[in-house]
């Protein structure tokens, strides 16, 4: 998972839990991270790296329960799908950047074509 992909996901977590700005960099103080709202967005937008701590901080704050799953779509017990060439690689990240509503989109054109190609065998 890329820098710009664990940012988009903290923002949506943020705005998931109505934080602003400001109030989520001072729940960060509460876990005793200082960090600007500066360094907040360049977490967000993926622009500046982000160290362990403050990434298990952000996952406090906003009540992420399951890092693997929120940040990887990865669900223990399912089955280990391997992507095995280049092509499907690169689809899958862009995929994983799209917003929701555009996965949605995807998604429900992957079952469409899905419930026709059962129909036919």
């Not at 729940?27 to 005793?32: A, I």
């Not at 967000?44 to 952000?58: H, K, M, P």
């Not at 399951?66 to 017990?77: A, H, Q, S, Y």
């Amino acid at each position: 998972m890329d820098q710009r992909s664990i940012g988009k996901t903290l923002r949506m977590l943020r705005e998931q839990n109505g934080y602003s700005v400001l109030e989520a960099t001072e729940k960060l103080k509460e876990q005793g991270i200082y960090i600007s709202d500066k360094a907040l967005y360049s977490y967000e937008t993926g622009t500046r790296g982000i160290t362990a701590d403050v990434f298990l901080s952000f996952c406090i704050i906003y009540g992420c329960s399951d890092i693997l799953e929120t940040f990887t779509g990865v669900r223990p017990g399912q089955p280990d799908y391997t992507i095995n060439n280049s092509r499907e690689k690169t689809m899958l990240e862009h995929y994983r950047d799209l917003e929701p509503d555009h996965k949605d989109l995807i998604d429900t054109m992957v079952d469409k074509m899905r419930n026709q190609e059962r129909g036919r065998h």
